[in-house]
């Protein structure tokens, strides 16, 4: 009772003719709304996706399929000096990454794809895909 003698109050206060009738009744409906109506109008929040989410983090065979057959990419991740197998703090790879490869790798050996002891010099001059600074 008291909303609504206050909206006739403010109707009153009021120049006579508002712009559009239209207005006028937003107004009351201001004043004598409940708290759910006022939820349901366009400026409330929306779920939105996180801006500041970062990437998910990938290694760099992440899409790609070891196979112990692929003499050259395995080559990519041992020793040219010694013949050893890089860890994985070298290659940069993922857990499941890494020991696919280490995997491939002593597969490979066993089945003479690839040599024990040394890198094949072929594959020496191979892009370097760990990044890795040896000593001349
Ligand atoms: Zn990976």
Known sequence: MFALSLSRLLLQALPKKPATPRAAAQCIRSLTTSQQE????????????NPYKSPPKTCILCN???????VQLLSQFIS????????RHITGL??????????AIKKARSMGFMSVTLKD????????????????
């Open 80 to 87: 040219p000096h010694t013949g050893r197998i890089y860890g």
């Open 38 to 49: 006022s939820l349901k109008k366009d400026d409330t929040p929306t779920n939105m996706e």
């Open 94 to 103: 993922c857990g499941r990454k890494q020991k696919e490869v280490s995997k």
């Open 64 to 70: 790609i399929t070891v196979d112990f057959k692929n």
């Open 121 to 136: 010099p072929q594959f020496i001059k191979d892009p370097d895909i760990c990044g890795i600074k040896h000593f001349e």
